[in-house]
């Protein structure tokens, strides 16, 4: 079946420009997660989604990132005021459900953004 | 919050079995603890969790020490698809949902 997948699979823009990072997770995962992996590192915990609400933002670096999920289903990233520091590749991954129960994990390709 | 420590990198010997370790000392008695990989490129890939015993599957096998301090996962056949950083990660947050990835082991399979 399909996986997770992601578009665009890479985004470059101008500092200063406002961005959007789109999410299709698989059919029927509540849980939603989105990551920002540097080059060199592992992936890096953004924000959590149980069906329509944010259940955990702790890792958002700061108020120009905001994500939403209004359906429960597609998830949107957005950036504001880009800065060349946000360059990254964002990765969604989804599960059938979150909270304290184990669910694996599924990531999708990741968008490549660069900020020029 | 929980966190690993992983060497950097390791060769295999291609058709040997690699054996990567990872020290957890600060794992709280609830938390599990996850093997994700990631191939150039890709998005990362589970491939195997535990909590205290030890587990295996199609992939490989998950060794954790008595004290769950530390674990180390098996691949006991290692291909040359398997080069990939792997990540050890346990669950770190009262929801239970934050993964720390840390840096990894980047695994080279030499033929």
């Known amino acids: 079946g399909a996986g997770v997948s992601q578009t665009p699979s890479n985004k470059v823009t101008e500092k200063g420009k406002y961005v959007e990072l789109r999410c299709d997770p698989i059919?029927?995962?509540?849980?939603l997660y989105w990551y920002r992996q540097s080059l060199g590192q592992g992936p890096e915990f953004l924000i959590y989604?149980?069906?329509?609400?944010?259940?955990?933002d702790s890792g958002l670096p700061n108020d120009r990132f905001f994500a939403v999920r209004p359906e429960g289903s597609v998830s949107t990233l957005k950036i504001q005021r880009t800065e060349r520091g946000d360059s990254a590749v964002y990765l969604c991954a989804s599960s059938l459900s979150g909270g304290r129960s184990y669910n694996e994990q599924f990531f999708g390709p990741g968008t490549r953004l660069t900020v020029l | 919050d929980a966190k690993t420590t992983q060497p950097p990198s390791m060769d295999c010997a291609e058709g040997r079995a690699a054996n990567l370790p990872c020290n957890h000392s600060t794992i709280s008695g609830n938390e599990y603890v996850y093997w994700y990989r990631q191939i150039h490129s890709q998005g990362p890939q589970y491939i195997i969790h535990?909590?205290?015993n030890n587990e295996t599957n199609e992939m490989a096998s998950l060794i954790i020490t008595e004290d769950r301090k530390s674990s180390t996962l098996i691949l006991p056949h290692a291909t040359l698809r398997d080069t990939a950083v792997y990540y050890c990660i346990v669950r770190v947050g009262d929801t239970g949902n934050q993964f720390y990835f840390g840096t990894g082991t980047s695994l080279t399979v030499i033929p």
């Open positions: 059919s029927g995962h509540t849980a």
């Open positions: 989604f149980q069906g329509t609400g944010a259940a955990d």
């Open positions: 535990g909590l205290k």
